[in-house]
């Protein structure tokens, strides 16, 4: 008799790739203005978790969409949006206990959201393209920047600041990951002074990728990138509204920069490789490296005020009370950071048609005996369990019902086959209209 136990929290997040149980990736965080309250979504699920405490207890969040998630931003400790792939917008009006969905439609990939009041608001896109508002989301509206000004192929949109309703800057550049060439780099800054009816290229650089932009002042602006090649971050910095770029002062240890917050004119932070978080206290013109427990990318920073602050990344998320003089582990239920395997397990599962419309196939392969497969939605709840299963290898159909033979809806689902010597793991897109 096999038992098959609830999948726990710091397990659930373990999702499976290339049939190694690795860490989730925390690809975006949100800290609403002077409160404890933050959020992080997560780049391989739909999920969301909030703390009401700056990291010391975290409740996992369903958002019930089977597409990925980037970025959130928070108005308050209420009101907040989310997006992700396929151009998907959520939003929540009760610190993420609910989420409805306000848009799927327009880029491939959204990475930034960013609202400028109660209002008004918008997300990058890939492939020069963007989202807005202009009534909190119950409308968005799908923009291509001109070409042959914003190539579509070397244009992604990263990050977005504001000065003021009408005035939006976007900053673009390709991630390495993403990158095969890796021979020169794709930065773009872009900026509309008429809420977004025409664009303007204000800079272009071929060395350097950026990603995210910080606007100071109505002259001062900030953005920040990295170089493919050597992996090395960049500040570029602005004093005449984007006339002329200088570097700033950044330590050559700095890794490539995804993401900046500033509070306030003086104070701000970036985040990026190698668990690189700098900070500057004059603008942005000298940036100095803060220590911080991890060497994991951190894909996103943001903070309350100029003490609290969280940053998060690929399996950890980081929090800070005195500025980042102090970086401490606040990941989820306490997820530790991998550790490379030893050795590959000895069976592994694979999953047909990723996403899929029911049934579902697995195909089981290794040796040994004694091989169960559970399934889990996005909660750790068991769905499905399968045991008493042939020796590896065979294949495996689940119809999408459930323990009690009720169709699931769709959603995020995860497999785990598993036997006292070793385990494998999996997760499925389970997509009941998918044409």
Known sequence: ???????????????????????????????????????????????????????????????DMYRILYDAFFLDSLNGWACGGGGLVRH?????????????????????????????????????TALYTTNAGNAWHFVILPYPTFPEDSVDFQGLD?????????????????D???????????????????????YRDTVWDFYDVACIDARNICVVGGNDQTGQGTVL??????????????????????SMRFVGQDSGWACGDSGTIINTTDSGRTWNRQPTPTCSTLYDIDFADRERGMASGAGVVLTTTNGGQTWLNATPIGIAE????????????RVFNNPSRPPVRFAVSGTGTETHLAIYDASGRLIRSFTSLLSPPFSLAWNG????????????????????????CAFTLLARNWP
Not at 49 to 56: F, I, N, S, V
Not at 102 to 126: C, L
Not at 162 to 178: L, R, S
């Open 1 to 63: 008799m096999v038992s098959v136990p609830r999948l726990t929290a710091s397990r659930f997040v373990q999702l499976a790739l290339g049939g190694f149980c690795t860490p989730a990736v925390f690809h975006g965080v949100a800290v609403a203005p002077n409160t404890s309250h933050a959020w992080v979504v997560m780049s391989d699920t739909e999920g969301a978790y909030h703390t009401p405490d700056l990291g010391k207890s975290w409740q996992y969040q369903r958002t």
């Open 92 to 128: 929540t009006t009760d610190g993420g206990d609910t989420w409805v969905r306000q848009n799927m439609a327009g880029p491939f990939y959204s990475y930034r959201i960013r609202f400028v009041n109660d209002s008004i608001g918008w997300a990058t896109g890939d492939w020069a």
């Open 162 to 178: 504001f000065q003021g309703p009408d005035t939006i800057w976007m900053v673009a550049g390709k991630p390495p990951e993403n």
């Open 180 to 202: 095969t060439e890796h021979t020169h780099g794709d930065g773009f800054i872009a900026r509309t002074t008429n809420a977004g009816d025409s664009w303007t290229r204000i």
């Open 237 to 258: 910095r602005t004093s005449d509204a984007g006339a002329t770029w200088y570097p700033a002062t950044v330590l050559p240890s700095a890794g490539y920069l995804r």
């Open 338 to 349: 991998p550790k490379p395997p030893t050795s590959p397990p000895d069976i592994s599962l």
């Open 401 to 424: 019902l459930d323990l009690h033979g009720m169709p699931v809806p769709s959603g995020t689902y995860f497999a785990r086959l598993g036997r006292s010597s070793a385990e494998a």
